[in-house]
Protein backbone atom coordinates (compact mmCIF):
# COMPACT_ATOMS: atom_id res chain seq x y z
CA UNK A 1 0.00 0.00 0.00
CA UNK A 2 1.32 3.56 -0.91
CA UNK A 3 2.55 5.66 2.16
CA UNK A 4 1.10 8.97 3.17
CA UNK A 5 4.28 10.39 1.15
CA UNK A 6 3.08 8.86 -2.24
CA UNK A 7 -0.34 9.72 -1.77
CA UNK A 8 0.56 13.25 -1.44
CA UNK A 9 3.33 13.27 -4.72
CA UNK A 10 0.92 11.41 -6.42
CA UNK A 11 -2.07 14.11 -5.68
CA UNK A 12 0.19 17.48 -5.61
CA UNK A 13 3.31 16.14 -7.18
CA UNK A 14 7.03 15.96 -5.71
CA UNK A 15 7.78 19.63 -4.78
CA UNK A 16 4.75 20.32 -3.07
CA UNK A 17 4.68 17.05 -1.27
CA UNK A 18 8.06 17.23 -0.13
CA UNK A 19 6.90 20.88 1.50
CA UNK A 20 3.85 19.80 2.88
CA UNK A 21 5.22 16.70 4.69
CA UNK A 22 8.32 19.31 6.17
CA UNK A 23 5.67 21.80 7.09
CA UNK A 24 3.53 18.89 8.95
CA UNK A 25 6.94 17.86 10.82
CA UNK A 26 7.78 21.56 11.63
CA UNK A 27 10.37 22.12 9.20
CA UNK A 28 9.70 25.68 7.08
CA UNK A 29 13.00 26.84 5.22
CA UNK A 30 11.03 29.75 3.80
CA UNK A 31 13.10 33.05 4.50
CA UNK A 32 11.44 34.89 6.85
CA UNK A 33 10.65 38.72 6.03
CA UNK A 34 9.50 41.25 8.16
CA UNK A 35 6.04 43.22 7.91
CA UNK A 36 7.32 46.48 5.95
CA UNK A 37 7.09 50.06 7.51
CA UNK A 38 3.85 51.35 6.80
CA UNK A 39 3.41 54.27 4.35
CA UNK A 40 -0.04 55.17 5.30
CA UNK A 41 -2.44 56.08 7.69
CA UNK A 42 -5.58 57.08 7.39
CA UNK A 43 -9.59 57.02 8.33
CA UNK A 44 -12.55 57.13 6.20
CA UNK A 45 -16.64 56.58 6.11
CA UNK A 46 -18.10 55.98 3.05
CA UNK A 47 -21.51 54.12 4.34
CA UNK A 48 -24.68 56.53 5.19
CA UNK A 49 -22.78 60.18 4.98
CA UNK A 50 -25.76 62.10 4.02
CA UNK A 51 -24.13 66.08 5.07
CA UNK A 52 -26.86 68.77 5.38
CA UNK A 53 -24.65 71.45 5.62
CA UNK A 54 -21.32 72.83 5.41
CA UNK A 55 -20.86 72.46 9.69
CA UNK A 56 -21.84 69.12 9.49
CA UNK A 57 -19.33 68.02 6.33
CA UNK A 58 -16.42 70.27 8.57
CA UNK A 59 -17.48 67.87 11.64
CA UNK A 60 -17.06 64.63 9.74
CA UNK A 61 -13.36 66.24 8.87
CA UNK A 62 -12.31 67.00 12.14
CA UNK A 63 -13.50 63.92 13.73
CA UNK A 64 -12.02 61.71 11.20
CA UNK A 65 -8.61 63.80 11.35
CA UNK A 66 -8.82 63.08 15.29
CA UNK A 67 -9.05 59.06 14.62
CA UNK A 68 -6.40 59.33 12.23
CA UNK A 69 -3.79 60.89 14.18
CA UNK A 70 -5.11 58.20 17.06
CA UNK A 71 -4.71 55.74 15.11
CA UNK A 72 -0.77 57.48 13.99
CA UNK A 73 0.07 57.38 17.76
CA UNK A 74 -1.18 53.78 18.08
CA UNK A 75 0.71 52.93 14.87
CA UNK A 76 3.89 54.96 14.12
CA UNK A 77 7.43 54.01 15.50
CA UNK A 78 9.05 56.72 17.22
CA UNK A 79 10.84 59.12 14.24
CA UNK A 80 8.20 58.60 11.86
CA UNK A 81 7.78 61.55 9.85
CA UNK A 82 4.36 62.81 8.31
CA UNK A 83 5.38 63.90 5.09
CA UNK A 84 1.54 64.98 3.50
CA UNK A 85 -2.12 64.79 4.61
CA UNK A 86 -4.65 64.04 2.12
CA UNK A 87 -8.46 64.15 2.29
CA UNK A 88 -10.63 62.02 -0.06
CA UNK A 89 -14.66 62.88 -0.88
CA UNK A 90 -17.12 60.63 -2.49
CA UNK A 91 -19.07 63.11 -4.47
CA UNK A 92 -22.56 61.86 -5.61
CA UNK A 93 -22.58 61.82 -9.73
CA UNK A 94 -22.82 65.57 -10.81
CA UNK A 95 -26.31 65.00 -13.10
CA UNK A 96 -28.29 62.77 -11.27
CA UNK A 97 -30.85 63.23 -8.91
CA UNK A 98 -30.98 63.80 -5.20
CA UNK A 99 -32.46 60.49 -4.21
CA UNK A 100 -30.16 57.84 -4.32
CA UNK A 101 -32.91 55.38 -4.74
CA UNK A 102 -33.64 56.72 -8.00
CA UNK A 103 -29.90 56.11 -9.44
CA UNK A 104 -29.24 53.11 -7.80
CA UNK A 105 -31.44 50.43 -7.96
CA UNK A 106 -29.50 48.52 -5.21
CA UNK A 107 -29.63 51.53 -2.43
CA UNK A 108 -33.21 50.19 -1.05
CA UNK A 109 -33.13 52.90 1.67
CA UNK A 110 -30.83 55.54 0.14
CA UNK A 111 -28.45 54.65 2.99
CA UNK A 112 -25.32 52.92 1.06
CA UNK A 113 -23.31 56.11 -1.28
CA UNK A 114 -24.86 55.08 -4.43
CA UNK A 115 -22.78 56.22 -7.73
CA UNK A 116 -19.89 58.76 -6.82
CA UNK A 117 -16.86 60.25 -8.34
CA UNK A 118 -14.01 60.12 -5.56
CA UNK A 119 -11.74 63.28 -5.41
CA UNK A 120 -8.56 63.67 -3.96
CA UNK A 121 -5.97 66.17 -2.62
CA UNK A 122 -3.11 65.82 -0.64
CA UNK A 123 -0.71 68.97 1.01
CA UNK A 124 2.59 68.57 1.62
CA UNK A 125 3.74 69.23 5.07
CA UNK A 126 5.88 72.42 5.56
CA UNK A 127 10.15 70.98 7.04
CA UNK A 128 9.56 70.89 10.68
CA UNK A 129 5.40 70.38 10.61
CA UNK A 130 5.59 66.63 9.94
CA UNK A 131 7.00 65.25 12.57
CA UNK A 132 4.40 63.12 14.34
CA UNK A 133 2.96 63.65 18.14
CA UNK A 134 0.29 65.30 20.26
CA UNK A 135 0.88 68.75 19.48
CA UNK A 136 0.38 67.84 15.48
CA UNK A 137 -3.47 66.45 16.15
CA UNK A 138 -4.55 70.30 15.35
CA UNK A 139 -2.15 70.62 12.52
CA UNK A 140 -3.65 67.73 10.52
CA UNK A 141 -7.59 68.79 11.43
CA UNK A 142 -6.27 72.29 9.91
CA UNK A 143 -4.96 71.18 6.82
CA UNK A 144 -7.91 68.96 6.56
CA UNK A 145 -10.14 71.51 6.59
CA UNK A 146 -8.06 73.58 4.35
CA UNK A 147 -8.37 70.73 1.74
CA UNK A 148 -11.90 70.69 2.26
CA UNK A 149 -12.27 73.98 1.14
CA UNK A 150 -10.20 73.55 -1.49
CA UNK A 151 -12.02 70.90 -2.97
CA UNK A 152 -15.48 72.96 -2.87
CA UNK A 153 -17.44 69.80 -2.97
CA UNK A 154 -21.26 71.33 -1.74
CA UNK A 155 -22.65 69.12 1.51
CA UNK A 156 -25.46 67.79 0.06
CA UNK A 157 -23.55 65.73 -3.02
CA UNK A 158 -20.65 64.15 0.08
CA UNK A 159 -21.36 60.50 0.26
CA UNK A 160 -18.37 59.95 1.89
CA UNK A 161 -15.15 61.25 3.67
CA UNK A 162 -11.37 60.44 4.11
CA UNK A 163 -8.51 61.71 5.92
CA UNK A 164 -4.86 60.11 5.19
CA UNK A 165 -1.68 60.98 6.62
CA UNK A 166 1.73 60.20 4.32
CA UNK A 167 4.48 58.46 5.68
CA UNK A 168 7.88 58.28 5.55
CA UNK A 169 10.94 56.78 8.04
Request: aromatic share 4%; hydrophobic share 30%; charged share 30%.
Given at each position: ??????????????????????????????????R?????V?????????????????????????????R????????????????????????????????????????????????????????????????????????????????????????????????S?
Amino acid sequence: TPSGKDKLVHAFGENLARDLVDMSNGIDTRTWEPRPPRKSVSAQCSYGVRCENDDKKRALVSELAKEVCKRADRLLRPGTVVKACGLKIWRSKLNLPPSSSVYDPSAKSGIGHGWCDIVTKSEPLLRGEGFFGTSSRDHVETVSLKLLRDLDVPADKVRGLGVRLELSS
